[in-house]
C-alpha cells in the first residue's frame, strides 16, 4: 500500500487542479477549481477545444468576456464531471466577495448553465470566498437547494459563519496559513506545531462536537507533512505534485483526526455581523490572507477576461 492508497481509506480525496490529465492519473473523488487553475489550464494545447468553444460561442452572442469566462469555467466543470464520480466546484467571480445579492445571482446562473448541459446540480460545488456576504449568499443558496464550498477560511470566525449558513463544505487553506506565520518570523514549525493543520484540527473538532454536518476539507497544501498530519479529514484537496509524491510513498498514514474523538473544541461562539467583522479583524493573520487570495483570485479573473476579449477580437 502507499499513502494515497492509504489516505483514502479515510478521507475523500479531491484533486485541486483544472488539469484532466492530472485527474485521470490519480482518480480523485472530487475535484476543486478556481481561476488560477481555469487560467493555467487554459494555456495548455491540451484544453484548446474547451477554450475555442468559449470563444466561438463570444463572438456568436456577442457576449461579453465576463460571461466568456463563467462559459470557460462550465466547460471545464462539465468536462470534470465525466472524469470524476464525485462533486466538481466551480469558484463565484471573486470580485462579487463583498456583493450578497450579485453572488447568489452568479451562483444560479452557474448551476443554470450546468443543467442546460443536463449536469445535475449534486454533482456542483458553488465555490464562493468566506467573507460575511459570501456565507449570507450561501444560506439564500443552500435553501433552494445549491450546494457550496466556501474557500479561502483562515479561522474559526469565518468557519462558525459558514455553518451557520448551512454550508455543505467549507475549504480551510493549510499552507496559506504556514506561509503567513514564516514570513512574520515564526517557526521552524513541526507537523504537530504548524498554524495551519493547528487551525483545522481546531475547526474540525469544532464541528464534530457540536454536530456541525458542514465538511471540512483541507486545501492549499505546501509539503506531505501537512497532509499526513490531517490524515482522517473529511477532504482532502491535493494538488497534482503532492498527490504524486503521496502515491510514490510507500507505507499506511496513521488516522490523525476522527470524529468520534474530535479533541476539545472551544467554547461554542454566537455570531451576528458585528461580531465576525470584529473576530476577524482581531486576527491579522486571517484578515490579510483572505483580502489577499480575494485579491489574487480577482487577477487571474482579470487576466482570463482579458485572454477572452483577445481571442474574440483576434
Not at 468576456?65 to 467571480?93: H, M, Q, W, Y
Not at 458542514?214 to 490524515?231: C, D, K, P, Q
Request: net charge neutral.
Amino acid at each position: 500500500m502507499n499513502k494515497l492508497e492509504s489516505l483514502r481509506d479515510m478521507s475523500v480525496v479531491v484533486a485541486d487542479t483544472g488539469d484532466m490529465r492530472s485527474i485521470q492519473e490519480f482518480k480523485p473523488t472530487d475535484s476543486t477549481t478556481n481561476p488560477t487553475l481555469i487560467l493555467k489550464a487554459a494555456q495548455m494545447p491540451a484544453y484548446n477545444d474547451l477554450v475555442e468553444e468559449a470563444i466561438s460561442w463570444g463572438r456568436k452572442t456577442k457576449a461579453s468576456p465576463g460571461d466568456v469566462t463563467d462559459r470557460l469555467a462550465v466547460n471545464f466543470g462539465e468536462a470534470l464531471t465525466k472524469i470524476v464520480p464525485g462533486r466538481v466546484s466551480t469558484e463565484v467571480d471573486a470580485d462579487l466577495s463583498f456583493d450578497t445579492e450579485a453572488t447568489i445571482a452568479k451562483a444560479r446562473a452557474l448551476i443554470a448553465a450546468y443543467a442546460a448541459r443536463g449536469v445535475d446540480r449534486k454533482r456542483i460545488l458553488i465555490k464562493i470566498a468566506s467573507t460575511w456576504e459570501g456565507a449570507q449568499a450561501a444560506a439564500v443558496l443552500q435553501r433552494e437547494g445549491v450546494d457550496c464550498n466556501l474557500t479561502l477560511i483562515f479561522s474559526l470566525a469565518q468557519a462558525i459563519a459558514c455553518a451557520d449558513a448551512k454550508a455543505f463544505l467549507i475549504s480551510p487553506f493549510v499552507g496559506r496559513i504556514l506561509d503567513w506565520h514564516v514570513k512574520a518570523g515564526g517557526g521552524p514549525y513541526t507537523q504537530e506545531t504548524d498554524p495551519g493543520v493547528v487551525s483545522v484540527r481546531q475547526i474540525y473538532a469544532y464541528y464534530k462536537s457540536y454536530g456541525v454536518s458542514t465538511v471540512v476539507m483541507g486545501a492549499s497544501f505546501r509539503n506531505l507533512g501537512e497532509i499526513e498530519a490531517l490524515a482522517g479529514c473529511d477532504r482532502l484537496t491535493i494538488s497534482p505534485q503532492l498527490l504524486g509524491e503521496l502515491a510514490k510513498a510507500e507505507g499506511a498514514l496513521p488516522r490523525r483526526l476522527d470524529a468520534k474523538a474530535p479533541g476539545t473544541p472551544p467554547e461554542p461562539i454566537k455570531l451576528d455581523e458585528k461580531a465576525f467583522r470584529w473576530r476577524l479583524n482581531e486576527d491579522q493573520m486571517a484578515s490579510e490572507k483572505l483580502s489577499d487570495g480575494i485579491r489574487l483570485f480577482a487577477k487571474d479573473l482579470a487576466a482570463l477576461r482579458k485572454m477572452a476579449a483577445e481571442r474574440m477580437a483576434g
